[in-house]
């Protein structure tokens, strides 16, 4: 598997994230089953080794809307 180097942009994207399941007591595998994003590729993005794939789906099931994702990640 091939990383991007580490972006800012999407370490703080994979942060705020990660913020978002805390709060709302999900673990990785939850916000995977709910957003069908494979556990390694949330464990990637929160790390901000790797951009968002299925950002629209990961809000979703975060009960956010992307923009939220994004603001908080400024």
Known sequence: MTFRRNV???????????????????TVAELSRRSGTANHTLWDVEGGRKTAPRLGDIAEALGV??????????
């Open 8 to 26: 800012p942009r999407d370490r703080a994207i994979g942060a705020e994230i990660r913020r978002l399941r805390l709060l709302a007591g999900m």
């Open 65 to 74: 809307a992307v923009e939220k994702i994004c603001a908080g990640a400024r």
